[in-house]
């Protein structure tokens, strides 16, 4: 049987076929396109029309490939939603969480409701671009006459079903469910101005939503298509892709952002995880995501993007090899460097202002950001043990992040720990691994893991003893102001 996995992201989106041959996944590429937001008016906004005009010419190659019939899951980036009307129609264009619409919207909620009490009913962490946020900014009038709020991948569903549904991974990220409920908490749909009536019936991960529409096959060329509902969220489908064994590993999802926890079965919503601003995403087969947002390779991606692209990744990470080791360090999870007008202005505005020597090539530039972010992921793994006391032994990095060596080896000096790099595709396996378990082609998570170990390369890096982590995590914390964010 042949899968697709739609996978779209901040940058790119794809369409990936798989199968299972021989006991192993067989992977292809069908159909890649570019994503990203742009400023229209004021306002940065995702092109959704862009991404399901791709989606169904990835469809039609998959078609003209010769293949008549699969199954199809959706996944996107968490925590943006889309207003739909009567008639199903769209009533705004999809607002990137990066807009600054919500700089100040943090606050005012919180004024009408404790932090405290926010994150005992629902143990999301606090972040300003939260749905919760952003739907207490959003305009009154679009949100009085929305008949449904959608989840981007909820809403590419519907426009290729006609059904609507909202899936649980996904929409915990919105930091509006409650845990005790398992439904939307009615004390923040007031905040925010809905009713649970606008969102629709939650489905999870493995149930069937419906096949393409009539109307879209009339007007494309299309495989007869049974769409999916798949870990929707792109970092539950990741962590399913993450091939850990046992009870002592953690994940780090490394893209743009950097996702580091650990897969639970029940949820840590304490005090302690509080004051920390862990999260608790709801994650596939009844499991939680307990992780940490880490501002990513979103860094790297914008400094390569002010230099117009001059030196492609590798090229960066091969110059930064060659500089100082932690001679400049910043706080990458500071919300200056969310999105900066200028990210290498913005670096070298921050080390002036702490005294550090500022970097002005390309190579010292990726060398702060690659040590920088080295240091959170160690302090966060110290922290993750800390908050669930388990021993973490083994890390698995997934994503685009597992092809950077340099920043690899570093973690795993750092953290004193084995770092296992790849998948890289763990996005696109783990969006699969639920259409092979929902046809029966293989029982559970655990026996899916084991296939993806079986199917893809891994790279091992073991920690060093040439690194002193104490001076370094004090340093950090000097020029963090003693704050671990």
């Known amino acids: ?11 790119s989106g794809r369409l990936l076929l798989g199968e299972l ?26 092109d959704i029309d862009h991404i399901f005009t791709n989606i169904l010419v990835g469809l039609e190659k998959l078609k003209q490939s010769g293949v ?15 207003l739909v009307g009567p008639g199903g129609k769209r009533l705004h264009e999809v607002v990137s969480y990066r807009d600054a619409r919500t700089d100040q919207a943090m606050d005012a909620v919180l ?20 749905s919760l946020y952003q739907l207490f900014v959003e305009d009154a009038e679009l949100k009085r006459q929305a008949e449904s709020v959608m989840m981007v991948p909820d809403y590419l569903g519907y426009l290729l079903t006609g059904q609507r549904v909202t899936e649980v991974t996904n929409a915990s990220s919105t930091q509006m469910l409650n845990l005790c409920t398992r439904k939307f908490d009615g004390e923040l749909l007031d905040v925010v101005g809905l009713a649970a009536g606008q969102f629709a019936s939650f489905a999870k991960p493995g149930q069937l939503l419906g096949k393409v529409s009539r109307d879209l096959h009339e007007k494309y060329d299309l ?5 999916v509902v798949i870990a929707t969220h792109d970092t539950a489908s990741a962590v399913l892709g993450a091939p850990g064994v046992g009870d002592d590993w953690a994940f780090l999802s490394s893209g743009t952002w950097s996702l580091l926890g650990a897969e639970l079965p029940n949820p840590i919503n304490t005090r302690e995880a509080f004051a920390a601003n ?60 969310l999105n900066p007008e200028n990210m290498i202005a913005e670096i070298q505005a921050y080390c002036a202002e702490t005294n550090q020597e500022i970097p002005q ?46 920043l690899n080896q570093l973690t795993a000096d750092l953290t004193g720990i084995m770092v296992h790099a790849g998948p890289t595709e763990a996005t696109g396996l783990g969006n699969l691994a639920v259409q092979f378990i929902a046809s029966g082609e293989a029982r559970n998570m655990t026996e899916i893991r084991e296939i993806i ?7 091992t890096y073991k920690p060093s003893n040439s690194t002193n982590f104490s001076i370094i995590k004090a340093k950090y914390e000097t020029i963090s102001g003693g704050v671990l964010k």
């Open 453 to 459: 170990r079986q199917s893809v390369p891994i790279t």
């Open 111 to 130: 004024k009408r409701v404790p932090a405290a009490d926010i994150y005992e009913k629902t143990g999301i962490q606090f972040l300003q671009f939260n």
């Open 361 to 406: 090539t390309p190579g010292k530039l990726a060398r702060v950001i690659y040590d920088s972010l080295a240091v959170q992921y160690a302090l966060q793994i110290e922290q993750l043990q800390a908050l669930t006391g388990k021993t973490i032994r083994h890390l698995h990095i997934i994503g685009g992040g597992a092809n950077i060596a340099m």
């Open 21 to 46: 041959v021989d006991g192993k996944i067989a992977l292809t590429e069908v159909h890649r396109f570019k994503n990203g937001f742009s400023q229209v008016d004021g306002v940065d906004l995702w």
């Open 223 to 227: 495989p007869d298509c049974d769409v």
């Open 1 to 11: 049987m042949k899968h697709v996995a739609v996978d779209v992201g901040a940058s």
């Open 278 to 337: 862990y999260t608790n995403e709801w994650g596939a087969y009844d499991t939680f995501r307990f992780l940490k947002n880490i501002m990513g390779l979103w860094l790297i991606q914008e400094v390569a993007r002010m230099q117009d692209y001059a030196y492609s990744y590798a090229e960066l990470a091969e110059l930064a090899a060659h500089e100082e080791p932690f001679a400049v360090l910043i706080p990458v999870d500071d919300n200056r460097f």
């Open 68 to 82: 008549a019939s699969c199954t199809l899951g959706i996944d996107t980036w968490a925590v943006d939603y889309c």
